[in-house]
């Protein structure tokens, strides 16, 4: 999950604007956790395409 759609519960903002200290601590934790959690979906979505389309090209080289 990205923290650019959270809403925080302490003072009703986006995560990602980091407005109160609640959200500032969730955004560190959230960053801190995966490599992949500042990435929106659509990035992830392209750099799936980006692998399954250099292992394709790695399979027809190979055959």
Known sequence: MTYDRLVCANCAAPVAEGRCR??????????????????????LIALMVILVAALALLAHQAA
């Open 22 to 43: 609640v959200c500032r601590a969730s955004r560190e934790r959230m960053q801190d956790q995966s490599p992949f959690a500042g990435l929106n979906p659509a990035m």
